[in-house]
């Protein structure tokens, strides 16, 4: 038996460090900067049983080259759920397996729009999904957007720019629900508005949904843009990266048959087969036995707790200081403070008192100072810690005039 063996389980504590994983938080810092979910969130013995089952399940099968679309027990269960969400069917013949929205990003970009071509993206989102497209020379556009989502009107305005400019569009990015950085929740209508105006130019929209199964109020959450549209252009990326862990590296696309047929030919999947072949299988098993959806419940049990303690700490701290929307969802708060804050000023008041957040000038053209604020990777202690003490470092000190009487 090895000393591994001996050892028994690895905590996940104990090599939480760079030589094994991305990022580490500078010790005795309150993180609020990372948009993904804090080592106890983590479900290590949940995905070691799913190794273990679908290894015993598909045998040898789980190590060869997957199916190029996925494997049909995943693409099965993923199809079942977005049919159920949306209430709009959908089969395995609408799902391809990605190895997360990152790789989705880099297969749609450099399959749906060549070097030059320009992307239409929130004046504000994911600032890695824009390296993706931008690594691939790909020209990116920022449209308006408001506390409703992008603003369709803006977009047409846009489009018809680049259509006079002569310029193409490889298609429209959007992150409608739980959007990062803002949190923002896209409604029905202005959905409908958003892919009407698309469908009037003839351009491909791409959802990128990474925060779907994260509502935190149990409300109904509006169909996606891909069963609105009827699967008629748009691609709708899904990931595991948020609901079980971002190092599965496992994702999923949706969309019209044709479309997902015409991916899988290419020669990434070709040439090796499903990108993440015996993860995928592993998750499958999870998903339809019906653990990934018990999992879901705690998760978003998990992230209301941490949510709720970040908003009341600074609904009772900071309510004068900046403004922000209680988010329904997702990870993300967002907090817009008045003219005269500057990021810098911000982010340094946060670092003396020993917190991190995450500037907002990454995701693109703010308008003035935010920042946002991760409630995924700080347990609802350090949270309302956190919170606490940002109000008293973003305080203004009060001048002579202002000073009140003890
Ligand atoms: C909107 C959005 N899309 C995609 C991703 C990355 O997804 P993945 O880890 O599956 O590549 C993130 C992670 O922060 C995100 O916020």
Not at 86 to 106: F, I, K, M, N, R
Not at 296 to 301: Q, V
Request: proline letters at 5%; charged letters at 20%; aromatic letters at 6%.
């Amino acid at each position: 038996m090895t000393a591994a063996h001996r050892a028994g389980a690895l905590s996940h504590t104990r090599r939480w460090d760079t030589t094994v994983v991305q990022a580490v938080s500078r010790p005795g810092v309150l993180d609020l900067g990372p948009g993904y979910l804090e080592p106890e969130l983590l479900p290590v013995d949940l995905v070691r049983d799913a190794y273990a089952t679908a290894l015993a399940e598909f045998g040898a099968a789980a190590l060869s080259y997957g199916a190029d679309q996925g494997n049909e027990v995943l693409r099965v269960g993923l199809a079942a759920r977005e049919a159920a969400a949306s209430g709009y069917p959908c089969g395995p013949e609408h799902v391809l397996v990605t190895a997360g929205t990152s790789q989705a990003l880099h297969l749609v970009g450099t399959a749906m729009a060549a070097p030059g071509d320009t992307v239409l993206v929130d004046r504000l989102s994911y600032d890695f999904g824009r390296r993706v497209l931008t690594d691939h020379g790909l020209r990116l556009r920022e449209v308006r957007l408001d506390e409703g989502g992008m603003d369709p009107r803006a977009l047409h305005d846009a489009l018809t720019a680049e259509r006079v400019a002569g310029r193409h569009v490889g298609f429209v990015l959007l992150n409608p629900t739980f959007h990062n950085p803002t949190g923002t929740l896209v409604g029905i209508d202005r959905r409908r508005e958003l892919l009407a105006v698309a469908a009037l130019h003839g351009v491909l929209v791409v959802e990128d949904d990474a925060y779907a199964e994260l509502g935190l109020d149990g409300t109904d959450l509006p169909p996606s843009l891909v069963s609105l549209a009827e699967y008629d252009g748009v691609i709708r990326l899904g990931t595991f990266a948020k609901t079980i862990g971002p190092g599965l590296r496992l994702g999923w696309l949706v969309a019209h048959p044709a479309v997902v047929s015409g991916l899988a030919r290419r020669g990434t999947f070709v040439s090796g087969g499903c990108v993440n072949h015996t993860t995928s299988l592993a998750i499958a098993t999870l998903v339809r036995d019906g653990h990934y959806d018990q999992r879901l419940d705690w998760l978003r049990s998990c992230l209301r707790e941490r949510r709720d303690a970040l908003v009341n700490a600074l609904r009772a701290g900071a309510d004068d200081l900046a403004e922000f929307t209680t988010p329904g969802g997702g990870f993300f708060l967002w907090l817009r403070f008045p003219p005269g804050r500057t990021e810098d000023e911000l982010l340094a008041a946060a670092a003396s008192v020993g917190v991190n957040a995450a500037a907002g000038s990454r995701f693109g053209t703010a308008g003035g100072s935010a920042i946002r604020l991760a409630y995924s990777f700080t347990p609802p202690g350090g949270l309302a810690e956190a919170a606490a003490r940002l109000a008293a470092a973003w305080r203004p000190a009060a001048g002579p005039g202002q000073r009140r009487h003890p």
